[in-house]
């Protein structure tokens, strides 16, 4: 099965997408990988095909979220989300140590110049 991040980004386009090839693109992989995620979800029943009559009179495809996706995708939405906020904590917190560093490196190197001063 697809990891949740491609399977979300999937479910976000899919409704929008005219084809496998359009798809492979907005997701940043191959058809063939697009192709094997659109069939894993819809073996779980997360999206279904259905036929239309295109305008030159051919038959085409378009995809369609099922309820189970509509759910699937607003479970995965809020897991990235939840994720996304973590993430965010972490760095605002690693720049925050950084940058008082950063004025802790300041102060010193002007006591240091003061202290420099004073002794020659």
């Not at 997408?17 to 798809?23: G, R």
């Not at 094997?36 to 279904?48: C, D, H, P, R």
């Not at 239309?52 to 009179?57: D, G």
């Not at 378009?62 to 189970?68: A, C, G």
Request: aromatic residues 8%.
């Amino acid at each position: 099965m697809p990891d949740d991040e491609l399977t979300l980004k999937l479910l976000r386009h899919i409704e929008e997408t005219p084809n496998q090839k359009s798809l492979a693109q907005k997701l940043g992989t191959s058809v063939g990988k697009a192709n094997y995620v659109l069939k894993a979800l819809m073996e779980k029943g997360w999206i279904k095909m259905e036929k239309f009559l295109t305008s030159e009179n051919k038959r085409g495809y378009v995809y369609l979220l099922t309820r189970e996706g509509v759910r699937a995708k607003i479970e995965l939405t809020e897991r990235f989300i939840e994720i996304k906020k973590k993430e965010y904590e972490e760095l605002l917190h690693e720049y925050e140590r950084f940058r008082d560093l950063g004025k802790s490196d300041d102060q010193h190197r002007s006591l240091r110049r003061k202290h420099d001063g004073v002794c020659q």
